[in-house]
């Protein structure tokens, strides 16, 4: 998903939560078409606002369980130690995007499981509420009955037991990306030993389904049901893309016999000791090695973060031989700025910050820095793959 466009507004955990600009379309495609929706169920008039109240209740609501949804995959990511850089919604769903691809089958099924355990919870939860609010007409409501006798809450947490029910059947078949692809993959990988080979076939998979959504959704379009069919061959081209690009990256990764960054990093880089003084940092590192950033490591080699000029510069100079780098670096750092050194060469291919960095550090299973990584180093390594 492109990063171009993309607003963050909370922080949960650490975690920076923000919406790609498609969301704010979808929002307003949400409210237009639930407003309808709830006119005709309430039988309200047109100049009744509660029917657009309702829609606008909604559609947060649906983004709510969209975010749960990726916060169960964060929750279990972090605890197998896979760090979340960061969480987008956009016009699709959501997306949680781990800094590092899991180490093994286990964590990749639990992981690729949690955000639809998270789903089921909520639409039994929906479901529950409704029954016990008002068991005949909550049925009604959730099966789009317009000619339904429904109160307003009903009519809320009725759509939302329909839509994450929804969101639970699509996200569990096996299209990789989907997570019910990675549970394909799981289970291939934990079978076959080979998670290259693994993704391989999961991705193959993915293809097949985003190919029948861009038929489906292409008849649809062409029998009348225009919206419907134009946004599933939308969604079908996306997974298509996903699906190539993984392939891909697997095949890459094959051709490089199993390299990791460790293999190809320079293992003795040079970083700035957190309890260095600004002034220092500009006269023994950026003027004497022109680096356009440093990583900073504490103590114990404990990475903590990149400093860049700017950020030193921007010290007033009466005010340098006081400050430490470790004061300056929280402010200038950003998720997605480091690698595991044990991570495959070639899921380095898609890393945005590593084309505009020019370099990352490589950490340890400690956090501890282990070596910079730069694209000429990947790029020499896949010219003597192809060789």
Known sequence: MPERGRFTLLTIRGIPVGVDWSWFLV?????????????????????SIEPYLLAVVSAFAFFGSILLHELGHAVIALRNRIGISQITLWMFGGVAALD??????????????????VTLLITAACLGA???????????????????????????????ANINAVILVFNLLPAFPLDGGRIARAIAWRVSGNRDRATIFAARLGQGFAYAFIAIGILLALTGSLFSGVWLALIGWMLAGSARESANRSRVNTRLGGLRVADVMDAEPVAIPAAATVARALDEYFLRYRFPWFPVVDAGGRFLGLVNRGAADAVPELDRASHTVGEIVAADGSPGQTVSSEEPLGELLANVELRRLGGLPALDADGRLAGIVTVEQVGRALRDAAA
């Open 27 to 47: 929002l307003f495609l949400i409210i237009w078409l639930l407003s309808g929706f709830y006119r005709d169920v309430l039988g309200a008039g047109q100049d």
């Open 100 to 117: 590092r691809e899991p180490d093994s089958a286990g964590a990749e099924f639990r992981i690729a499981a949690a955000g639809p355990a």
């Open 130 to 160: 409704g029954a016990l609010i008002d068991g005949g007409s909550f049925w009604d409501g959730a099966s789009f009955d317009e000619t339904a006798t429904i109160s307003t809450g009903v009519a809320v947490i009725a759509w939302l």
